[in-house]
């Protein structure tokens, strides 16, 4: 019977080896002499802990990987448009400066993604900064310090740093000198970041971690943005002051007019109340059709005033999620509910929200007077889901005819109510 498979043109071959788990891969070297080393010109290698045989003792397995990512490298021919470790066994591993250096030494290499353990940071070593045509780089828990001769990745499309030891101003510079950055990924680092972005080409941003302040310098294009934010005790009483003049809000979204999916998580809501109320926003996000806020606190009337401004900025809004958080701020008097029509415009409309989501509530009255602003200005909603916290302490009865009183400006509104 003929050998069908291995009559196949190598861009068919390579394809398939390339879907396939490089052990498995390496493993087609036994089929006949034909294979032996087809799998030596597969452009994308990708390791990870599932290469070699599980062993009990640590640095058995961390020698084994070692030693088959070093062979497959030496017996490679040809180009490699990708190369990725993602391992929790490697360490402090003199062997990636090696496997980094000869990928330096190639021009082709397009993706270079780093994914090891988190007792320790590994270098990268600077010969990483000679990979030119890089156009993905994501490291984690790595240590990082570019050159004072780099002058950037100038075909780089994506970038994630995650827990990389870096200095803020290194990390801006990185960012700056990257001018076809996309994709922009960065959490968890070692010290709380004060970080400016200037990335003109931007469209995507998550931000996790503890960010004292951050600035959106030059992100015309931005299309998606999520952070979580984080801080420290101290750093969580100074937002409690609130002694800056500049409003945060302002600040932070002014300048992403583009934007289409916002999610703000942890201190992200008070972090956005930080400074005076700037009244009606000088922008609007005519583009924005998602908003996921979490964490807010309906007894400060700054986040909830961050809240209204937000939405009410937003007349193209389609789904909109709300979780309440825990109170971080003396009770409002009971007159602070006036907000909601001096600040709701009378004829305020969202033509294009139809689903609605808030978890957490505690039917407290600008929680209530929330949903009474989306159910009456909301005349194509679908559905509106509630979910109330588990320290929740109203009849859950009597907040639901509560709801149910509200009037719909769309005949279609279903109200789920979720008793768990």
Request: aromatic share 10%; proline share 5%; glycine share 2%.
């Amino acid at each position: 019977m003929d050998d069908l498979i291995s009559d196949l043109p190598q861009s068919i071959l390579e394809s398939i080896l390339t879907r396939l788990p490089i052990r498995d891969a390496v493993k087609t070297s036994i089929l006949s002499t034909k294979w032996r080393y087809k799998w030596t010109s597969i452009t994308e290698l990708v390791f990870d802990d599932k290469c070699v045989s599980s062993y009990h003792n640590e640095s058995i397995i961390e020698g084994s990987l070692v030693k088959f990512i070093t062979r497959a490298l030496f017996l490679h021919q040809g180009p490699i448009n990708k190369f990725q470790v993602s391992t929790c066994h490697l360490k402090s591993c003199p062997d990636i400066d090696q496997w980094i250096l000869f990928l330096s030494r190639s021009s082709d290499v397009r993706e270079l993604i780093l994914k090891l353990g988190e007792d320790e940071w590994v270098r990268v070593p600077s010969c990483l900064f000679s990979c030119k045509k890089l156009t993905r780089l994501e490291l984690s828990c790595c240590e990082l310090d570019p050159p004072p001769c780099f002058k950037g990745f100038l075909c780089l499309r994506s970038l994630s740093l995650h827990r990389v030891l870096v200095a803020a101003d290194a990390i801006e510079n990185l960012i700056w000198n990257c001018p076809l950055l996309e994709n922009l990924a960065l959490s968890y680092f070692d010290d709380s970041l004060a970080i400016t972005i200037r990335a003109p080409n931007l469209k995507q941003l998550y931000l996790e971690g503890d960010f004292t302040d951050i600035f959106l310098e030059n992100t015309p294009l931005l299309r998606s943005l999520s952070v979580v934010m984080y801080m420290a005790d101290d750093m969580a009483e100074q937002f409690e002051l609130g002694q800056s003049s500049n409003c945060n809000f302002v600040k932070f979204l002014s300048r992403v007019p583009c934007l289409v999916s916002l999610t703000g998580r942890a201190y992200f809501a008070k972090y956005l109340s930080v400074g005076d109320d700037p009244g009606p926003l000088p922008i609007t996000f005519d583009h924005l059709k998602i908003i996921e806020l979490f964490e807010v606190s309906f007894e400060d009337m700054k986040e909830v005033l961050v809240l209204l401004r937000m939405i009410t900025s937003s007349p193209n809004l389609e789904e909109l999620c709300i979780s309440a958080g825990a109170c971080t701020s003396p009770a409002e008097a009971p007159d602070s509910l006036d907000i909601w029509e001096r600040e709701c415009p009378a004829d305020w409309t969202f033509k294009q929200l139809k689903v609605v989501m808030m978890t957490e509530v505690d039917g407290m009255p600008h929680e209530m007077e929330l949903l009474k602003f989306l159910l009456g200005s909301s005349p194509v909603l679908k559905t509106m889901t509630i979910s109330p916290s588990t320290y929740f302490k109203r009849d859950r009865m009597d907040m639901l005819v509560e709801l149910l009183r509200f009037r719909r400006a769309s005949s279609e509104a279903e109200i789920i109510f979720l008793q768990e």
